[in-house]
Structures are given as structure tokens and as C-alpha cells.
């Protein structure tokens, strides 16, 4: 902390702890609508005991200070970062958003770029939290509580502790950190001060619990001993019982094993904003508003992240949006996102992207002058252990995600929509149809948009005796030589 005489700047803020981001963006309202230059601004955290008044100039009658939502969610992640310029930096970017209000979209940007590295760094620091916390039984009065030691790089116990909150909410349990704790009776969750590495039990009857979890739970696939590494840095080692099996485990592995789980679809990045949301309520949806303005795909496609049109996206990753030109002559609709374009957020990158893109370019058509996009935005699908099944959109999740679809079409007007398979025509006709039946057909909307039916690539893929896996595909193939005549007609 700096001193308050030492402080030159003309306003000083005192903030009531590192995590007080409340603290922080009143003050900076305060001070961006009094037009307060980011470099007069002193940013200090001090315990009450002695912490001055903040002396804050009042906010002007009916000003008010637009900046992107999503700079608060980007705001309030970087906020815990340890860099104790966060505060001013943050400012700083706030600053620049009142005239640069497309600043987060310049990736290249050095101050974009620093947040998006902090943002990073916590959601990463996050994410070993919830995986490498340990609970060691310690005895109270008779009953059961747990206590458990964890040094975090960031100031990251307050937006995680919900976390475990639903995770072990039957237990009464502690986790102790360096600046802060946090406690939870069975009831109600406490934020506490900090500790010392000597206030947590060492050893248990609780050890053997884990290190039998962990063997059982062994994956292969953690072979891969960079990635275990970095997944689990030595850092951590020290508070994992089940560290010492690691070399026994690996000695053990099996190879088919190894190959079988590296072919597996992924678990969700962990440390994904959307993960994070779920797990914190506190944090506020953004709006399902009809009041988009929106003049480009890309507009339109920022406004998309925060859609909750639909429940899907709580267990999504990300909004998965189309792709392409703004002004395609084509646009492609499929189902939904796959695993693997939920997790890139792209739309046909997966398995089924790639035979569409291959048919597509033995079609002659350049998939980088269509536009693709999904009947529906977010992943949809039933856990399977590690995995993550596909499950069909229902026509409700069909209905709601058409807002999109529809300004999609209004701001390309292409002259041409192809439905790939079944999902995608009811999107785009409004009603049910029977696209083996109608294949190859085109039907022309009221709007006087024509549709193409076809199927969806992901058919092809699920084919397995090679001779109609052929036939299929050269189908396919001919379809896609169709909608190229007919975006040149
Ligand atoms: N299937 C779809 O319908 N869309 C994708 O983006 C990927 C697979």
C-alpha cells in the first residue's frame, strides 16, 4: 500500500480489499463521468481500520457513462488478478471504451490484449482450484468438518467459493488461503482473512480416500506428461496425496487405452467464462432483449455471446455463431454445434465440418465466400462420463434460436439458404419436413428467400458399410454441385 502523502495524484481511492470490485466501479464511474483523467488517479486497497474517506466528486445531473456490458465481465475476472495495476489499468481501459467503444474487438490492441491475459490467468488459476483443493478431516467437538489449504496465484477465493459450495454441501468445510478464506457451515458461506499454511491439518484418515479416487479415476490420457504438468503443475504437488502414484501409473499405462481416450470428444474447457457464470450467480444474465441494434454479422454476433433465449447455453461453452462474408450469396444452415465447435467456437470444425468442407471443395464452392451458421447457437448434449453426447434441438430451442437465424438473413439478404437436413429446414421453412423425400428440392419462402433441402454431412459420417458411405457422399457431392449452379444462376 502507498502511503497517502506520498500519493500525488489529484484524487486518491481507497478500495476495501483486493476483490472489491464493487469499491472500484463506483469510484470509476464517478470519476470517468467527472471526466477525470486516468493518470490524476491514485488506486490503493487498505484494511477499515485505517482507511480514509474516499473524497469522490459527486456524478453530474442525468450523465450518464455508456460502456460495453461486456467489459464489466471482463472487468470483474481481470479485477482478481495479483497485478496491483489492475486497478488503475482497468481505469485506464474504461477511459479509452468512452470514445473507443470498439476497443475490446482490436485484439492487437496492447491494452485488449493485457486484459485478456489476465482474464486468462485467473479463470487458469480458477480452474486449479477447483481441481487441486484437498479436504483433510480435523476434529471439532465431535463433529464432522474439513479444512483445506490452497495457494492461489490470484485473488480468486470469493469468485470460486460457490463452487464448492454446491460441490460438498453437505460437509462443513474450510479453505484457507494466504489472503483470504472462505467457510461454510452447511448453511451459510463466510469470507475470512487469510491464513497460514500452519492453520491447515497435514495428514488424515481422509488420504486414502484420495489416493483410491484417484486410482480409480486414472486416466490415460494424463500420459501425456507435458500436459500433466502443466495441468498440474509441481507446485501443486505437494498437497495431492495421490502425487506419489504418479509414477506407478505411468509405468502401468496402456497404449490402445492411451489412443481410445486421446480419441475422445473433451470435457468443456473448465475454465471457460461460461463455466465460471454458472458456477456464480451472483453474476447477472444478460438480457434475452428484442432491442438489438446490430448493423453488421459481427455486431450481431458480439450481441449473441450473452444469449439466454433458451437454456442451452448454461451447459454450452460459448454461443456458437455463423461464419462469413456479410454480404454471401449462400448461406449454409446446419443443426447445432458439435462438441468440437463448441469448444472452438466455430461453426463446422468437427468431424462432420470436415466432410462438408472436402465435398464442398470437390463441389468447386469456396467455403470462405458462404456464410455457415446453425439452426441453433448452443451445444446440445447428455454427459457420458468424460464425453458429451449430441441430443437433438427440440423444436422450442429450434424457435427461440430463429431470432437469430432471422437477422442473420436480414443484415446477408443472400439469395440463397441451404437447409442441411432436417433441423435446419424447420428452422428455415417453419414447419416440419421430410428431407429424404425432398432432397434436392427448393422451396421458395414467402419472404421469397429459396431454400435448398438437403441432408445434414453428419449423415454420411454415421454410414459404415464403404460402399453406401460412397454412394452417399457422391449424393451429397451432387447436391453441392446444384447449389453451385444455382448461386451462379
Ligand atoms: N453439425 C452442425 O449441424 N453444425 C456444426 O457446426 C457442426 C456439426
Same mark, same amino acid.
Given at each position: ?8 495524484? %489529484? ?112 479463470? %487458469?488459476? *480458477? ?39 454446491? %460441490? ?118 444478460a ?5 438489438i441494434?446490430a448493423?453488421?454479422i *459481427?455486431e450481431l454476433r458480439d450481441a449473441a455471446k450473452g444469449c439466454r433465449r433458451?437454456?442451452?447455453w448454461?451447459?454450452?461453452?460459448q454461443t456458437v455463431f455463423g ?50 451458421t446453425?439452426?441453433?447457437k448452443h ?22 434460436c430463429?431470432w437469430w437465424?432471422?437477422r442473420e ?48 454431412? *453428419? ?7 464403404? *460402399? ?22
Open positions: 500500500m502507498q502511503p497517502a502523502e506520498l500519493d500525488l495524484t %489529484r484524487y486518491s481511492v481507497w478500495l476495501e480489499g483486493e476483490t472489491d470490485f464493487a469499491g472500484w466501479r463506483d469510484a470509476a464511474r464517478r470519476l470517468a463521468l467527472n471526466e477525470i483523467r486516468p493518470e490524476d488517479i491514485g488506486w490503493h486497497v487498505a484494511a477499515s481500520s485505517d482507511r480514509p474517506q474516499n473524497d469522490l466528486p459527486e456524478v453530474p445531473r442525468d450523465a450518464q457513462l455508456v460502456v460495453p456490458r461486456e467489459f464489466i465481465d471482463h472487468a470483474e475476472t481481470a479485477f482478481c488478478h495479483c497485478d496491483p495495476g489492475r486497478f488503475a489499468f482497468l481505469y485506464r481501459m474504461l477511459w479509452r471504451l468512452r470514445t473507443e467503444p470498439r476497443l475490446l474487438a482490436i485484439a492487437s490492441d496492447p491494452d485488449t490484449r493485457r486484459l485478456e491475459t489476465m482474464e486468462k490467468a485467473v479463470r %487458469r488459476d *480458477s480452474h486449479k482450484m477447483h481441481a487441486f483443493v484437498r479436504f483433510r478431516k480435523i476434529a471439532d467437538g465431535g463433529e464432522e468438518r474439513y479444512a483445506a489449504w490452497f495457494e492461489p496465484d490470484h485473488f480468486i477465493v470469493e469468485r470460486n467459493a460457490d463452487f464448492f459450495v454446491r %460441490r460438498f454441501t453437505g460437509m462443513r468445510w474450510t479453505i484457507l488461503t494466504p489472503y483470504a478464506s472462505a467457510d461454510w457451515d452447511g448453511e451459510r458461506l463466510a469470507i475470512g482473512p487469510g491464513a497460514a499454511k500452519a492453520d491447515a491439518p497435514d495428514q488424515d484418515d481422509t488420504e486414502a480416500l484420495w489416493r483410491t479416487y484417484f486410482e480409480n479415476i486414472f486416466n490415460p490420457a494424463r500420459l501425456k506428461v507435458k500436459a500433466m504438468q502443466k495441468e498440474m503443475p509441481k507446485k501443486y504437488w505437494r498437497n495431492l496425496p495421490e502425487a506419489s502414484l504418479i509414477p506407478d501409473l505411468i509405468a502401468g499405462a496402456d497404449k490402445a487405452a492411451i489412443e481410445m481416450i486421446a480419441r475422445m470428444p473433451t470435457t468443456p474447457a473448465p475454465h471457460h467464462a461460461k463455466v465460471q457464470a454458472k458456477h456464480w450467480p451472483m453474476r447477472e444474465p438480457e434475452a432483449t428484442d432491442e441494434s448493423e453488421t *459481427s433458451c437454456p442451452l448454461r451447459d454450452a461453452t461464419e462469413g462474408p456479410d454480404n454471401a450469396k449462400v448461406v449454409f444452415v446446419g443443426e447445432q454445434p458439435g462438441d468440437q465447435e463448441d469448444l472452438a467456437g466455430k461453426p463446422f470444425v468437427g468431424p462432420a465440418g470436415k466432410v462438408f468442407d472436402a465435398i464442398l471443395d470437390d463441389a468447386g464452392v469456396d467455403r470462405q465466400k458462404v456464410y455457415v446453425n439452426a441453433v451445444f446440445k448434449f447428455e454427459p457420458r462420463g468424460k464425453r458429451r453426447i449430441h441430443s437433438k434441438p427440440n423444436a422450442g430451442e429450434v424457435q427461440a430463429r437465424i432471422d438473413f436480414a443484415l446477408i439478404k443472400p439469395e440463397l439458404a441451404v437447409a442441411l437436413g432436417a433441423t435446419a429446414a424447420l428452422s428455415l421453412l417453419g414447419k416440419a419436413i421430410p428431407v429424404t423425400k425432398m432432397r434436392g428440392q427448393v422451396v421458395e419462402r414467402e419472404d421469397g428467400l429459396r431454400v435448398f433441402i438437403t441432408i445434414h454431412p *453428419s449423415f454420411i459420417l454415421r454410414i459404415h458399410e464403404p *460402399s453406401e458411405k460412397e454412394a452417399e457422399r457422391a449424393r451429397f457431392l451432387q447436391d453441392m454441385r446444384e447449389v453451385k449452379r444455382l448461386m451462379a444462376a
